[in-house]
Structure formats: structure tokens, C-alpha cells
């Protein structure tokens, strides 16, 4: 099956192409969709919907020939910051987004906490035609005091998996993407798809 995936991160390209082995799945780059989508809902649900939906109407317009188009929207909530960052992780700490900046500001507003727990959501959002469907995955974890692991992106160096003692930075990549959130949204994607 031929899908886009309403991205052009080269993490979250090799993630989902290392998962989703059986269909060809194309960046936005692949489609030449250009434009900035302005991500102004106020879920991870409303955001992935917004993605998905603009590439549709792109591909819809340019006549493209594809079976679907998927957007994710991931978000890290940590429980003593009350679900903070959530749909702000991305640009958490301001322009220019810069996930070093980020994780310096989680862990200077969690000095001092002794409840670091927090969880990973990736919500995904399927069009095919006109149905529309949503998937989520997740994987509980705490936040690590330091920084550790040169791997990943974004916060992995901060988030320590429920069941490891390492952080998502510091695990093999094959391992992150067999337990991450994204990975459990994709599986679920995998099961519609091929439902």
C-alpha cells in the first residue's frame, strides 16, 4: 500500500518505515507538499486531525494516486507538571525550538520533585477516502535527573521506559522502536490498515 506520512522529521521517517515494512511510505518532501500546517488545536487529537486532513486536501487537489495519508501528534505529560508539556513538547521552551532547550527547562522545573513520573502519547490520525480513524500509543516511564545516551531525539535522553533502567537515548534503537509510543501507535495503524 502507498501511504503519506504527513512528515518530513528523518527520525520519525525511519522509525515509522522500519515499522511499517510492507507498504511504501512517502514524506511530505515525496509529494512536494511545502506548505507550514499550523498546528492550533488544543490535543494531541485535534493536531494530528488538523495534519492529516491538510495533506489530504493537497493530495486531493494535485490528484496524487495514494490508498491513505497518516499524521502523528506525540506529546510527553509529566504528572508533577500536570500534564506539561503535552501538545506544546515540540517548542516547550520558546522559539527557536530546540529540544536541548526543552530538556534543560524539564529538568529545572523538576528539581526537587521526587514524583518524575510521566508518559509518552503519540496519537495518529488514518484517511482513507473519507473514513477517518485515530490510534494512540503510549509507554509510561519517569524522568530521569541527567541527561544520558547519545541516541533518539527530543526527550530520550530524559525518559527512562517503564521496565529499563536506561533511557530511551541510552537503548538500541531496534529495542525504543519495539516499546515506544509511537511504535504501539503504529502497531495499532498496522492492525486498520491490514485489519
Not at 89 to 115: C, Y
Not at 149 to 169: H, I, Q, R, S, W
Amino acid at each position: 500500500m502507498k501511504l503519506v506520512f504527513a512528515s518530513n522529521n528523518k527520525h520519525k521517517l525511519e522509525e515509522v518505515r522500519a515499522i511499517l515494512t510492507g507498504h511504501e511510505v512517502l514524506s511530505l518532501n515525496d509529494i512536494g507538499f511545502v506548505t507550514d500546517i499550523d498546528e492550533t488545536g488544543d490535543t494531541l487529537e485535534a493536531n494530528s486531525l488538523i495534519k492529516a486532513r491538510a495533506v489530504a486536501d493537497f493530495i486531493t487537489a494535485q490528484a496524487l494516486s495514494v490508498e491513505g495519508i497518516f499524521s502523528d501528534d506525540t506529546g510527553l505529560e509529566i504528572d508533577a507538571l500536570q500534564g506539561q508539556p503535552g501538545v506544546h513538547t515540540a517548542r516547550w521552551a520558546g522559539e527557536p525550538a530546540n529540544d536541548a532547550n526543552n530538556r534543560r527547562k524539564a529538568l529545572t522545573l523538576l528539581q526537587g520533585q521526587t514524583n518524575r513520573s510521566a508518559r509518552f502519547r503519540t496519537v495518529i490520525t488514518l484517511i482513507r477516502g473519507e473514513q477517518v480513524q485515530q490510534v494512540e500509543g503510549r509507554v509510561e516511564g519517569v524522568i530521569a535527573t541527567q541527561e544520558s545516551g547519545n541516541g533518539g531525539f527530543g526527550y530520550d535522553p530524559l525518559f527512562m521506559p517503564e521496565g529499563y533502567d536506561k533511557t530511551f537515548a541510552e537503548l538500541p534503537a531496534e529495542v525504543k522502536n519495539s516499546i515506544s509510543h509511537r511504535a504501539r501507535a503504529m502497531q495499532a495503524l498496522c492492525k486498520v490498515i491490514d485489519g
